[in-house]
């Protein structure tokens, strides 16, 4: 699902158009790199970096670090201590596994709400940027 930009600016004046549409295919996201993304580097989040989710990518990150460091931790403790690190390490990247799915399912969605928000944007900033269509609107 891509957003049709030359659809949602055809009320801007034809000056317009092209800088909004520049400005459109630069800031874009694609939706097969952040499905590339998600199927090979989602356990660590980087399809959530790539849409500057900043936030969730870093959870996601930070709960396969605990959980790798938990599974390692299992394997060079002592024995009562082992088995615990070992399943909470498991247990944490199965989290993340499941949340990575989930993320393969939504992430074209995520994707084409992103891209409209930006053309929105543009588009608005574009419109208002020019006086007559203030005077129109009063």
Same mark, same amino acid.
């Given at each position: 699902?891509?957003v049709?930009?030359a659809?949602?600016?055809a009320?801007?004046?034809?000056?317009q158009?092209?800088?909004?549409?520049r400005?459109?295919?630069?800031?874009?996201?694609?939706?097969?790199?952040?499905?590339l993304?998600?199927?090979?580097?989602?356990?660590f989040?980087?399809?959530?970096?790539?849409?500057?989710?900043?936030?969730s990518?870093?959870?996601?990150?930070?709960?396969?670090?605990?959980?790798?460091?938990?599974?390692?931790?299992?394997?060079?403790?002592?024995?009562?201590?082992?088995?615990?690190l070992?399943? &909470?390490?498991? +247990?944490? *990247?199965?989290?993340? #596994? /499941?949340?990575? %799915?989930?993320d393969?399912?939504?992430?074209?969605?995520?994707?084409? &709400?992103?891209? +409209?928000? *930006?053309?929105?944007? #543009? /588009?608005?900033? %574009?419109?208002?940027?020019?006086?007559t269509v203030?005077?129109?609107? &009063?």
């Amino acid at each position: 699902m891509s957003v049709d930009i030359a659809q949602l600016s055809a009320h801007l004046a034809p000056d317009q158009q092209g800088p909004v549409k520049r400005a459109y295919q630069r800031a874009a996201k694609h939706d097969t790199t952040a499905f590339l993304l998600c199927f090979f580097l989602g356990l660590f989040g980087a399809h959530r970096f790539y849409m500057n989710r900043m936030g969730s990518g870093l959870a996601h990150l930070g709960l396969t670090v605990v959980g790798i460091a938990a599974l390692v931790g299992g394997f060079l403790t002592q024995q009562p201590l082992n088995i615990i690190l070992f399943v &909470a390490g498991l +247990l944490l *990247l199965l989290f993340g #596994l /499941i949340w990575e %799915a989930i993320d393969l399912f939504a992430i074209d969605n995520q994707v084409h &709400a992103r891209n +409209l928000a *930006l053309a929105e944007r #543009l /588009i608005s900033a %574009a419109a208002f940027a020019d006086p007559t269509v203030l005077h129109q609107a &009063a």
